[in-house]
């Protein structure tokens, strides 16, 4: 259960192999990636940057991977999230979760997702030809919650 | 009672400030109170948060609802929804 | 739509980073690792053969693909299975997913991982201290694939 | 007709073959009435396919029920529940 929050790009396979690695129990490895798309709502981005509430953002991440762990039987789980300024094809996001059996990795991981993106206070800028603007929350982020409610 | 108010992203531009500290008079112990209470400091803040736009709160790095109790000392944030990942 | 099986490792980093950087309209990464465990039904395993059916193999996997192509709005996607002699820890399987949205690649990343379990054609043989045996399939293999049913 | 019939992992240990070329008899045309000719072998083949076991079946790389239909030229395929992943 790690949280990292950096400017710093990361090694997605560096960062799998460890976790898989740190223990033969395991036997399922499901990550998810965010990349910088380079259009959204029909413009061409240039540039996006990441705002995020030091502190804040920590703890809101420790807690959805403390949740997960809670919900299923999950072995370990990895969030890195990128902040400052980036481009079409970066990097954002990488979640990963390890545990005896996939089914269980997989909820998990799209669980921490999900709640990252409703709860996890980022905020995204993004700069078209038209200047910058904020990028507006996504009402199907907030629906994607509701699968997970007990 | 002093409490310390941050305001991130889009908000933190149009009140023009990222950080403060605030003595606020007796009767603002929640959320509501404190928005009413900003919201006297003139236009743009009366406009943020007259309802329209959704402000999102947090005391000391927690998500809350308005009604939620500020005490002394608490972090109070506003921003706007959130949009990361 | 790629499909390998092969007996050597595969590098999931540069996988997942090809995957990816083939387009900026790509903008979720959802991958699966399957490891050899060290320990299956109580036995300790010290060795883990994987026999196939070949030709009937690749065709069973680029069924799957297609399907989960069909079924979601997915850009890409990668299956690697390896073949022969594994031992704890190393990677047997890698399936991969793109898409512009995270929902369908944890969708159709899944769905592809309940299929190949069911329906390509491995078997797995392991070696424990007790000698060497089969590998049953799992019902709860089969029970993953129901909520796939339209 | 003649076909090809293939064996893998523990069926194909147990009835010790990998691959044969057989000549069906006319009345044998489903997958059923193949492993109830191969089961008159003898005993290990009769075992295989007296119905305790599973044992899935394949017709030119495609998983097929027990009520398909064989041609002449056709891969069979004999094997047990997959295991991989």
Redesign the interface.
Known sequence: MAVLVQIEDFDVGFQLNKLRLASPSIGAVVSFVGQVRDINDGDSISKLTLEHYPGMTESALKAIEAEAKLRWDILDSLIIHRLGSLQPLDQIVLVAVVSAHRGEAFKACEFIMDFLKTQAPFWKKETTAHGERWVDAKLSDDLAIKQWQK | MKIKV?Y???IKEAVNYSTEEVDLPNQVTTITALKNWLALRGEVWANLFDGKQ?VRA?IN???VDDLATIQANDEV?F???????
Chains 1, 3 share one sequence.
Do not use: I, Y
């Open positions: 941050l991130f992203a889009r959704l947090a790095h927690t998500l944030a921003f706007p929804p959130v949009t990361g990942g």
